[in-house]
T-cell receptor
Framework: DTEVTQTPKHLVMGMTNKKSLKCEQHMGHRAMYWYKQKAKKPPELMFVYSYEKLSINESVPSRFSPECPNSSLLNLHLHALQPEDSALYLC???????????FGPGTRLTVL | GEDVEQSLFLSVREGDSSVINCTYTDSSSTYLYWYKQEPGAGLQLLTYIFSNMDMKQDQRLTVLLNKKDKHLSLRIADTQTGDSAIYFCAESRENGGFKTIFGAGTRLFVKA
């Protein structure tokens, strides 16, 4: 099973809202990733967790707050977003840091 | 520097072979990947090749790696309309930590 699941599939939020994106994998992978993808562009790395510790933060604004409650779950908490944050947010996981990454289906986020 | 380049668009007739090309700059690349992304979906791992291999075949897919020229290609035999998607070439390396470098993506259009 190489499945990464993400909820919700779609999310519309206002600039004053607080929401969370969720990602789950049961492959025993120890590295999990958040990417942001704008239309017709490749994914851009936002955060990496390795063994439930934040390893990489690619200078992402603080209105995005990641959390890794356990080795199977990854959350992205959203607060006071801007319309330009509208994008497809992809979660991925890999067995370790250097390893094949498996992606989830993404959450399509629209900020009004 | 870190660079993965691919042509942006390819159009083929149904039943023909498609060849999508990619060049990369870092000779220490360890893994090279091909991902497929259909509209509104996440990235699907199609295949990957280790840098110590020259070729990998998986059903209709053939990956060729020319390390000397830092050139990677994906051949899809008997291309079907369901193969229409964006194909991303990507690479990661042992000293690159958790980062995977993506190309801009090649949009494959299959004409019936």
């Amino acid at each position: 099973d190489t499945e990464v699941t993400q909820t919700p599939k779609h999310l519309v939020m206002g600039m004053t809202n607080k929401k969370s994106l969720k990602c789950e994998q049961h492959m025993g992978h120890r590295a999990m990733y958040w990417y942001k993808q704008k239309a017709k562009k490749p994914p851009e790395l936002m955060f990496v967790y390795s063994y439930e510790k934040l390893s990489i933060n690619e200078s992402v604004p603080s209105r995005f707050s990641p959390e890794c409650p356990n080795s199977s779950l990854l959350n992205l908490h959203l607060h006071a977003l801007q319309p330009e944050d509208s994008a497809l947010y992809l979660c991925a996981s890999s067995r370790e840091g250097l390893g094949v990454q498996y992606f989830g289906p993404g959450t399509r986020l629209t900020v009004l | 520097g870190e660079d993965v380049e691919q042509s942006l668009f390819l159009s083929v007739r149904e039943g023909d072979s498609s060849v999508i090309n990619c060049t990369y700059t870092d000779s220490s690349s360890t893994y090279l990947y091909w991902y497929k992304q259909e509209p509104g979906a996440g990235l699907q791992l199609l295949t990957y090749i280790f840098s110590n291999m020259d070729m990998k075949q998986d059903q209709r897919l053939t990956v060729l790696l020319n390390k000397k020229d830092k050139h990677l290609s994906l051949r899809i035999a008997d291309t079907q309309t369901g193969d229409s998607a964006i194909y991303f070439c990507a690479e990661s390396r042992e000293n690159g930590g958790f980062k995977t470098i993506f190309g801009a993506g090649t949009r494959l259009f299959v004409k019936a």
